[in-house]
DNA sequence: TTTTCATGAAACAAATGATGTTACGAAAAA
DNA sequence: TTTTTCGTAACATCATTTGTTTCATGAAAA
C-alpha cells in the first residue's frame, strides 16, 4: 500500500518555515521536499484551512506559520489533514452480516482502537517546538562531531 | 488507501473450518469470504508455509486446521502473512540527508513503533480458541434474542 | 499600466499496491 | 480414466496517493 506522508511532509515544510523570518514560497518548499509546488499548495491548504499557516500572493509572497510553535502539537495538524486512516490492515467486510465474521471484526477493530488511541495521545503530546529544539540538539551535536574530527 | 485485509480474511475462514468436521475447499471458503478461490489458495498458502493449516488435493480435498486452537495467536497469523505493513502513514523519505527531516522521521518512528508494540503485545495475547468462544456467546444470544421475539 | 511573481483550483497522468481473474499443471480419489 | 481439488504463474482490475499541466486570480514591482 502507498502511505500516506503528509503529515511528514508538513512536518518537514514547517520546520523549514520556522527557522525562516519572511514568508516561504511554494517553490523552495518542493525543492526541500523534493516534489512539485501544486503537492505543497495542495497539502499546505489543509494547515490554511485550520488556521495554522496563512499564504500570501503576490511578490513576497508565499506561506507562514500563524500559531505559536509550542502550541501546534502533531496531532492537530493530524487533524487539519483530514484524519486519513491510521492503519493499512483493516476489515475485509465492515458491515458483514456472517456472525463470524462479525466476531473477528469486533476482535480487530477493538484491538486496532486501542493502538490507534495510543498514537492519537503521543501525537497530542508533541509540539512543533519539541521537535525545533530536537532539531537544534542534533545540529549542534552535529557540529560538535565536526569540530572533533 | 486499500487496505490490507488478509488477517481478516484468514480469521474468518480459519473459524469457518473449526466448526467443521472434515477439510473445506477453497471454493468454499471463497464463497464465505465473497472472493476466489485462488485468491484463498494465495493467501491460506502463507499459513500452511506456517504450519498452521495444511491441505490435500483431489476428492475430500481442502483446507484443515493443524494446530490446537488455543495455540495460535493473532500475531502468529500475523507473522505467517509476512507481518504486513502496520500503518497508512509513513514517512516521506526514509533515509534523507536533511537533519530537520531526520529530526521528523525520529518523532514519527518513534511513536509508531510504540503504537505497534502495543498493537502487537494484544495480538499476541487473542487466540483462535477466544475468537470461537466469542463466537458461541454471540451465536447464544443471537438465539435467546431470536426466542424472545 | 504593464510585467512579474506567487497562490488557487481543476483536470489529467503516473505510480503503486491490493485484489480479482484466467489458464494450465499436478496429485489424489472415485 | 474421469473428476475433484490444490499449486502456480501471468495478467487484469481497482483504488489511492502522488505528480503534472494548465489557466485564472491577486499583489507587488517596474
Ligand atoms: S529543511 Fe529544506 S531540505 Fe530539509
Ligand atoms: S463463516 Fe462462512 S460466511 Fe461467515
Redesign the pocket.
Known sequence: ??????LS?VLHALLHMAEQDG?????TLALCL??????V??T??YL?QAGIVT?????????RIHADLGSVTLRQLHEALGE??TF?IGN?NETPECLVEQTVNAALEGTFAEAEALLLTRFSEITLADLASDFARRHSALRHSRNKS
Open positions: 500500500m502507498k502511505r500516506d506522508s503528509r511532509s514568508p516561504v514560497t511554494s517553490e523534493g516534489t512539485n509546488p501544486v503537492v499548495r495542495r499546505m491548504g490554511r499564504s500570501e500572493r503576490g511578490h513576497a509572497g508565499g506561506w486519513p486512516a493499512a475485509r
